[in-house]
């Protein structure tokens, strides 16, 4: 590396610092400084990377059929969704991928309407969770809302799952209406597990627009 490119580079982070360390306070405990190493830039660069992945992501009903998702990608996805937090950490989340294109067929004549939506999708995973496991300790009920709490739980391990399947450029539509029996004979499912949602898995065709939310004071309460 020649000695203007070593300049160049030490400029472009000494600058980089000035950007980042605004406001940051030293952890050492001094406030007349802000943070002289690069943790400040590298948390400011996470946060703005989670926040991009969150407004990018859509409920997509069209997919391109010209992309494919790869096994071992859809393994990393839902590795991702294994880390989401549960019920004294029982993971009740289940969950049953279909790839093949004779498995896929199947799932969609599972899912009504929704299955005109899905076409070029690569994964189709179908969420579910065991029973008596959230809201139980040692298999006896603790909590009024019981298995309520198993579906909470599927309900995290699926947030974490679509986050993750955006991170990676890739995108989901989740969908409740479907034929349960239907898909437990597909796989098949034990009936000590709920089917939840199918999750689809694939690239965007168009960018669809955000919907519309509902104000932010109505749905959170300060006091």
């Not at 070593?6 to 943070?35: E, H, M």
């Not at 590795?79 to 989401?84: D, N, R, T």
Request: aromatic letters at 8%.
């Amino acid at each position: 590396m020649g000695r203007i490119t070593k300049i160049f580079a030490a400029l472009v982070i000494c600058l980089g610092f000035v950007a980042c360390n605004c406001g940051q306070k030293c952890r050492s405990g001094k406030d007349d400084k802000c943070c002289q190493d690069a943790e400040c830039c590298q948390a400011k660069a996470r946060a703005a990377a989670f926040d991009e992945i969150v407004a990018s992501r859509r409920s997509v009903r069209g997919y391109d059929a010209s992309k494919t998702i790869s096994e071992a990608e859809v393994r990393e996805v839902l590795a991702a969704a294994q880390e989401a937090p549960s019920w004294i950490n029982y993971e009740p989340a289940k969950y049953y991928v279909a790839m093949s294109p004779e498995k896929i067929a199947a799932v969609k004549e599972a899912l009504g309407r929704n299955k005109d939506r899905l076409e070029g999708v690569s994964a189709l995973i179908v969420s579910a969770f065991e029973q008596s496991k959230s809201g139980f300790v040692d298999g006896k009920i603790v909590d009024p809302i019981g298995d309520q709490w198993g579906a909470h739980d599927c309900g995290l391990s699926v947030a974490f799952l679509i986050l993750k399947a955006r991170s990676m450029g890739f995108d989901t539509l989740i969908m409740g209406g479907r034929d349960a029996d239907a898909l437990r004979a597909i796989f098949p499912i034990p009936e000590n597990e709920t089917v939840m949602a199918v999750i689809a898995l694939g690239y965007r065709k168009d960018d669809p627009q955000r919907p519309e939310r509902r104000p932010f004071d109505e749905v959170v309460k300060f006091f």
